[in-house]
Nanobody, 119 residues
Framework: QVQLVESGGGLVQAGGSLRLSCAASGMINAMGWHRQAPGKQRELVAAISSYGNTNYAESVKGRFTISRDNAKNTVYLQMNSLKPEDTAVYYC????????????????WGQGTQVTVSS
């Protein structure tokens, strides 16, 4: 069983930046972030494998960067040029394969961290 602990959410003005972190209790190949806004379905934000292969949602390309520190079993999401439509609860997720993290079917999920972008 892998535990995921997220941190770094908060309130920021449009155009600002935030950095999310997610620490896993053990080594796991694929990690990523999904988000869910009120009244909307959960959607992929970005995912990364232990080899550094990445996958981004079109809506965040060029603004968000996912990275990881394998030695610390931690994944990061650097969010720049934030928009009000980025407001959501952001969930870290992790699994054996990148495709399952991208699909949102991975086994392990964090508790979620709120990101609010004011206009």
């Amino acid at each position: 069983q892998v535990q995921l602990v997220e941190s770094g959410g908060g309130l920021v003005q449009a155009g600002g930046s935030l950095r999310l972190s997610c620490a896993a209790s053990g080594m796991i190949n694929a990690m990523g972030w999904h988000r869910q806004a009120p009244g909307k379905q959960r959607e992929l934000v970005a995912a990364i494998s232990s080899y550094g292969n990445t996958n981004y949602a079109e809506s965040v390309k060029g603004r968000f960067t996912i990275s990881r520190d394998n030695a610390k079993n931690t994944v990061y999401l650097q969010m720049n040029s934030l928009k009000p439509e980025d407001t959501a609860v952001y969930y870290c997720n992790a699994g054996r394969f990148l495709r399952e993290v991208v699909a949102g079917t991975a086994d392990y999920w964090g508790q979620g961290t709120q990101v609010t972008v004011s206009s």
